[in-house]
């Protein structure tokens, strides 16, 4: 009896194993509902595979790339996993030889041609193709509520000086001029600025070593970094970054430089209108260039349920599935035929922009740099918060640059 029960445990245990799909993801909670309507859109079609969603919440994935990490280090792959498309992909996973090579699928779907060949390459070695792009999001863009600002008499400036010129002007008013959370988000806002200061030529020169952090122009960014900082909430720490879209929302800060999830999040959660509820620009001194960054999914060797996963990665490359999710998430596909109908007011422009800006990558999302580097820059921007001294965290960063190769 003992040794049947044994017996049927294992083979249901093996049933329940061969018909899931465990995608493991950063998307939780508020950031959700795009990658559920993929999944709704999955299970219509497979309706024998059970998904299991294995999110961890975090802004960013810092939390979920950790966790990851164990996972795969320890020898228990989800069957699938969202991985910024870039160094992060590249240096993390692929170069370890833990993914499978996915040309095949690219050509059995066409999608040689569908996607723009620039993000091919971020995601490409000499090897192979290793993940599928399920959207492209832009870091540098400056949000507000236009009302607002017109209630407290400012207009949304093109260029970091022109913020620092209005920055008395809200303090005054006992408003937040620029709202800031946890530590990635801080980050994220010194990559428009780097963006703004060193022009997209000096800005790419970062990443491949060509301009060192030591250099006059690369320790601007943080003097004015340092300026910038001066104008926004004591509290950053203890925010997520819809809290900080919150505190826009609500009246008590003026701008947030985020990346278009906010877009996503102010519409899908929060039910505002684009241009009305919400306005945007390019952050200041950044019209004209797109940093881009793009969530993928991989195919992990030793994945459980490869089939499922075959899957799931031609849905999410499919037009249909990239313009279900993309809509909700607050990015754009990056598909060439993608239906620009489906989309809101912000992701349009985001799509003209997409396809006629210069094109640069972020750091703090996986795509600019050395994914050591990356990783490493929190503690940069740590040693920069506590002495708030510019060229103590140019040379910082350039130790971390030397350190981690950067440019290699
Ligand atoms: C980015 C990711 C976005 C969004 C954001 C906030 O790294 O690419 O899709 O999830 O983090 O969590």
Excluded at 387 to 407: H, I, S, Y
Aim: hydrophobic content about 45%; overall charge negative; proline content about 5%.
């Amino acid at each position: 009896m003992k040794r049947l029960l044994v017996v049927l445990t294992v083979l249901l245990f093996g049933l329940s194993q061969a018909n899931q799909l465990e995608i493991f993801t950063w998307w939780a909670g508020d950031e959700g509902p795009a990658i559920e309507a993929l999944i709704d859109m999955y299970e219509a079609k497979y309706p024998e595979v059970t998904v299991v969603k294995a999110d961890v919440v975090g802004g960013a994935g810092v939390v979920a790339r950790a966790v990851l990490k164990t996972r795969m280090l320890g020898g228990s792959p989800p069957d699938t996993f969202q991985i910024h498309a870039g160094r992060s992909l590249i240096d993390t996973w692929v170069v370890a030889g833990r993914m499978e090579d996915l040309t095949w699928l690219y050509q059995e779907e066409g999608w040689l041609e569908a996607f723009p060949p620039g993000l091919i390459d971020m995601i490409s070695t000499e090897e192979g193709i290793w993940s599928v792009p399920v959207n492209i999001h832009r870091s540098n863009v400056m949000w507000y509520v236009p009302a607002n600002l017109e209630r407290w008499g400012v207009s949304v400036p093109t260029t970091w000086d022109e913020f620092l010129a209005v920055c008395p002007t809200l303090q005054a008013q006992g408003v937040t001029p620029l709202v800031v959370g946890e530590s990635w988000t801080v980050q994220h806002l010194w990559e428009s600025v780097a963006l703004a200061v060193l022009g997209a030529d000096n800005y790419a020169k970062l990443w491949t070593g060509e301009l060192p952090f030591t250099d006059a122009q690369a320790v601007a960014v943080w003097e004015l970094f340092d300026q910038i900082l001066a104008c926004t909430n004591p509290d950053a720490a203890g925010l997520a970054w819809q809290h900080a879209t919150d505190r826009l929302v609500d009246g008590a800060a003026a701008f947030n430089i985020m990346g278009d999830w906010a877009a996503g999040y102010m519409v899908t959660t929060l039910g505002l209108e684009p241009g009305v509820g919400f306005g945007w620009a390019a952050s200041p001194g950044t019209e004209g260039s797109f940093m881009q960054l793009s969530d993928s999914f991989g195919l992990p060797i030793g994945a459980p349920n490869r089939e499922n996963v075959i899957n799931w990665l031609r849905l999410i490359g499919s037009r249909e599935g990239q313009d279900t999710f993309n809509p909700l998430k607050g990015s754009i596909s990056p598909r060439l035929d993608s239906d620009l109908t489906k989309y809101n007011a912000y992701l349009q422009s985001a799509a003209e922009d997409f396809r006629t800006n210069r094109l640069v990558p972020s750091l703090v999302h996986g795509a600019a740099a050395r994914a050591a580097f990356a990783s490493e820059f929190a503690t940069v921007m740590g040693i920069f918060l506590d002495t708030r001294d510019p060229q103590f965290a140019a040379n910082a960063a350039q130790a971390v640059a030397f350190q981690t190769g950067l440019g290699r």
